[in-house]
């Protein structure tokens, strides 16, 4: 029995997630990037092809000029080389999401930042349950 989230792996620069060929923020150019909110050390100029919500994407284009993306509303799914992959708000920042993976009947949440208290200026985080969830511990 294959090891839980093996087809997700991280490197040095990004999580990647190996049957979709994507990573997500990653710190150097790829093909294809799913991206979790704009600050720059999540969201940098360069990539192929983004995947984000409009509210980054929108951050991005100011900060590196107009991206190959993809708009994803919370909520929605798309797939990537049978891949589901939705975005739920972060609470973090406009436009934050926690990227929601679905393959091989595991379910990954990767967040980026997450903020649980409310925010006028954010989406609310929304709980979702999952196998493996990934997050950033600035101050942990």
């Not at 900060?63 to 975005?87: K, L, P």
């Not at 739920?88 to 990227?99: E, K, R, T, Y």
Request: hydrophobic fraction near 35%; charge should be negative; charged fraction near 20%.
């Amino acid at each position: 029995m294959p090891r839980l989230g093996s087809w997700i792996e991280p490197f040095p620069d990004g999580i990647y997630v190996r049957p979709a060929d994507a990573w997500i923020d990653p710190s150097q150019p790829k093909p294809r990037a799913l991206i979790t909110h704009g600050h720059g050390d999540h969201a940098r100029g360069g990539d192929g092809e983004v995947w984000a919500t409009a509210e980054t994407l929108a951050i991005m284009g100011v900060r590196y000029g107009d991206q190959n993306g993809r708009s994803v509303a919370y909520g929605e799914t798309g797939r990537i080389e049978g891949v589901d992959v939705s975005f739920v708000p972060a609470g973090h920042v406009l436009g934050s999401a926690q990227i929601v993976l679905e393959h091989a009947g595991e379910r990954v949440v990767v967040s980026g930042d997450s903020k649980r208290r409310e925010d006028p200026t954010c989406a609310p985080f929304v709980v979702t349950p999952c196998d493996i969830f990934i997050t950033e511990a600035t101050f942990g």
